[in-house]
């Protein structure tokens, strides 16, 4: 039942009292199938819709009064959305009722009135697999990006959030790794294909007397005018300028088994069928702190093709030892 409005010295048969006792506990139920736009009579009732699809639940002014109250519930499938016809509706949560959502409207005037939402799902706007809450003024559905973008800040979104394409990163993937072996002057490896190429060196060493000088060769067809250009440690000290044509230097090492080399040789633009290839290197030995050459430097190699292969030498000896390794980018 409804609430009325009673008149002085009216009586009240049994019938109404008995239905205005059980709506203080059980509020009379209005059920609706379809779009529905409330009226007056739904003052202090719950209205209950049961629909397979959505459907708008609508507010009018001059219906109601301030303080009055009624109950929007959704029992089927179909989303309600308590809709602003002439009358204002607030929320703090959503207008939205998803299947067995509910909420109270209270009205604060003849022509507003405040949805309290007390929905199962918490008012969620999250509708898909890999959504995000987001928040301008109100909670908000931060839809699922694109394979392979990153969440960004962006302050010209409403949210303040935006998916896109990730930054440039280099990542490393291991290509090659040699064990150099016994009796093995020079240790070359084919079918590189990356942008950038690099070699590190742990531990070499010669089986040989005297001193061995290691160094890294490119294969990238003809090579002219190329030059790596740095600094050579010739003894405790002393560095001087050197220069070594295509070779990029790692170290000198002096006493065969013992004495041991490690280092880097970095390519970039390997790729490049025309023009030139910068190169970077650095190394030294365990030794170094007597009189051998630890090297540092760069420069450049000029070659007709793309890089796809490097060739690992010790100029003097044999190697006794040692693990080279190739990474792409």
């Not at 009673?6 to 059980?26: K, M, R």
């Not at 007597?290 to 100029?315: D, K, P, Q, R, W």
């Amino acid at each position: 039942m409804a609430k009325q409005t009673f008149t002085t010295g009216q009586v009240l048969t049994a019938a109404q009292v008995n239905s205005l006792q059980s709506n203080d506990f059980n509020q009379t139920v209005s059920a609706k199938t379809a779009a529905y736009t409330l009226v007056a009579a739904d003052k202090g009732t719950r209205i209950e819709f049961n629909t397979s699809g959505s459907v708008t639940c609508t507010v009018n002014t001059g219906l109601f009064d301030a303080g009055d109250t009624l109950v929007i519930q959704n029992r089927g499938a179909g989303v309600v959305t308590v809709t602003a016809g002439t009358a204002t509706v607030n929320t703090s949560a959503t207008l939205a009722l998803s299947q067995y959502d509910a909420g109270t409207l209270y009205f604060i005037s003849a022509s507003a009135a405040i949805f309290f939402n007390t929905d199962a799902g918490g008012g969620s706007p999250l509708t898909t697999k890999g959504d995000l809450y987001g928040f301008s003024t109100v909670d908000a559905r931060i839809p699922i990006g694109a394979n392979d973008t990153v969440l960004t800040a962006d302050s010209n979104e409403s949210l303040g959030l935006k998916w896109a394409a990730a930054g440039s990163v280099d990542v490393w993937t291991l290509l090659n790794t040699t064990t150099l072996p016994l009796g093995n002057s020079t240790v070359t490896v084919t079918g590189l294909s990356s942008e950038k190429i690099l070699v590190t060196i742990t531990n070499a060493s010669h089986a040989g007397g005297g001193s061995g000088f290691y160094f890294v060769t490119p294969t990238c067809g003809t090579t002219t005018n190329s030059e790596w250009r740095g600094i050579k440690r010739t003894a405790a000290g002393t560095m001087l300028e050197n220069t070594q044509g295509v070779n990029a230097p790692i170290a000198n090492s002096t006493t065969a088994g013992t004495d041991t080399v490690s280092g880097y040789v970095l390519y970039t633009g390997c790729k490049s069928t025309s023009g030139e290839k910068s190169v970077q290197s650095a190394g030294g030995s365990s030794s170094d702190s007597a009189s051998t050459g630890a090297y540092v430097g760069g420069g450049i190699v000029m070659a007709s093709a793309a890089l796809t292969e490097i060739t690992f030498a010790n100029t003097a000896n044999n190697f006794a030892g040692g693990t080279m390794k190739i990474y792409g980018a």
